[in-house]
C-alpha cells in the first residue's frame, strides 16, 4: 500500500464539524442546583473532522471538509472560522431543518469528559459524500472520521470508499468512540481503507475486545486489524505511537514530554500530521514521529485547534527534539 509522493495532494474530510465548549476548571458536575466556579470556558471549533482539517490546513495541505451543520449561528460561526484557516468550505451541508450538533468538554488537563448533542450531524448522506468526492477536482485523498457518530454511514460507506480507491485514490479511517458501545461495521470498510487510526482502546474494541487500554493489547488488537487490509495507526497518548502493517511488521515511536492544559482534538491532530507527511511519501516512522509531536504540541492549548502546528513550526520542534 505505497503512497506517492504529492505535496498539492488534496484531503476531503468526512464527518463532524460540530463547535466545541471546552470547560476547564471544577468541571465534576454536582446536582442539587450547585453553582459552580469554572476557570476557562472557550468556544472553538470541535468535530473530529473539523479539527483534522483544520490541522491539515494549519500544515499547508489543500483540504476541504463534507459535514451537516444547521442553518444557525453556531453553524456559521464554524463555517467562517475553518474558512478562516484555509479549509475549503463549500461541501459544507446546511440543514434548515435541525440545529448544528455541539459537544461541551469537561477538561481535566490529561483527562475529559464529552457531552455530545448530534444535531445535524447524523444526517450527513452517502449520496452527498459520493457528490463531494466528484465535485473536488484535485483529490488524492479521503479521511473519515467520527463514524460511529453517523449510524445511517455505518452501513453505507463501504461502495462510496471501494469507489475511491478504484480511481486510484486513499482511504484512512478514525472512527472515534461509539457511544452504542457496538463497535460494529469496519470490517466490511477495512479492504477499502489504506490507513486506520484509532487509539489504544478504539483499536482494542474494533478487534473485537470489549475491555482494555494497555499498550501490548493494542498492539495485538493492531496486528488482527492490519490482517484485513490496512496500514494501523494506533495512538498511545503519553507513551507515544505504533504503526502495525499489513505484512506484520511493527514500527513505534516514543512519547514525548508535554505539558497538558487540555486533550481536546490531540488525536485529530496527530491525524492530520500522519496523513500529511505520508501523503509526502514519507516512510512510516518519519510519518509516526511528526504525529506524535503534533499531538504533544496539541494539548498544551485549550481546545483542538489553538496548540496546532504549522509545517514550520512542527520542524523546528523536530530538530529541537533530535538535538536532545
Known amino acids: 500500500m505505497g503512497n506517492p509522493p504529492s505535496a498539492e495532494a488534496r484531503v476531503l474530510v468526512v464527518g463532524d464539524a460540530n463547535p466545541d465548549l471546552v470547560l476547564r476548571g471544577d468541571v465534576v458536575p454536582r446536582f442539587g442546583q450547585v453553582e459552580q466556579v469554572l476557570e476557562t470556558a472557550d468556544l472553538v471549533i470541535g468535530g473530529s473532522a473539523a479539527i483534522t482539517a483544520h490541522g491539515l490546513a494549519r500544515l499547508g495541505r489543500p483540504v476541504s ?6 442553518a444557525d449561528v453556531l453553524g456559521a460561526t464554524q463555517r467562517d472560522l475553518l474558512s478562516t484557516a484555509g479549509v475549503d468550505t463549500g461541501r459544507l451541508i446546511e440543514r434548515a431543518e ?36 466528484a465535485a473536488v477536482a484535485d ?15 455505518i452501513d453505507a460507506l463501504a461502495p462510496v470508499l471501494a469507489e475511491v480507491r478504484a480511481t486510484g485514490r486513499t482511504v484512512s479511517l478514525d472512527t472515534n468512540d461509539d457511544p452504542s458501545g457496538k463497535w460494529g461495521g469496519v ?14 482502546r478504539e483499536a482494542i474494541a474494533l478487534a473485537g475486545a470489549r475491555d482494555g487500554a494497555d499498550a501490548g493489547a493494542a498492539v495485538d488488537a493492531a496486528r488482527k486489524l ?7 495507526v494506533v495512538k498511545l497518548g503519553a507513551e507515544g505511537a505504533v504503526a502495525v502493517e499489513p505484512d506484520g511488521t511493527i514500527i513505534t515511536a516514543p512519547g514525548i514530554a508535554a505539558q497538558v492544559v487540555d486533550t481536546t482534538g490531540a488525536g485529530d491532530t496527530f491525524d492530520a500530521a500522519f496523513l500529511d507527511s505520508w501523503l509526502d511519501g514519507a516512510d512510516l516512522a518519519s510519518c509516526l514521529s511528526r504525529a506524535v509531536l503534533a499531538g504533544a504540541r496539541a494539548v498544551g492549548a485549550a481546545g483542538g485547534t489553538a496548540g496546532q502546528p504549522t509545517a514550520s513550526e512542527l520542524d ?3 530538530t529541537t527534539e533530535r538535538s536532545k
Do not use: K, M, Q
Open 65 to 70: 471538509l463534507v459535514a451537516a451543520v444547521g
Open 98 to 133: 435541525a440545529p448544528t450538533g455541539v459537544t461541551v468538554v469537561l477538561s481535566r488537563g490529561g483527562d475529559r469528559a464529552i457531552l455530545t448533542f448530534p444535531g445535524a450531524i447524523p444526517t450527513l448522506t452517502a449520496d452527498e459524500i459520493s457528490a463531494a468526492i
Open 139 to 153: 483529490l488524492r485523498h479521503v479521511h473519515v472520521a467520527s463514524l460511529y457518530l453517523h449510524p445511517a454511514l
Open 187 to 200: 470490517a466490511e470498510l477495512l479492504p477499502s481503507v489504506d490507513v486506520l487510526l484509532p487509539n489504544a
Open 226 to 232: 492490519a490482517g484485513r487490509g490496512p496500514i494501523v
Open 316 to 318: 523546528a520542534s523536530i
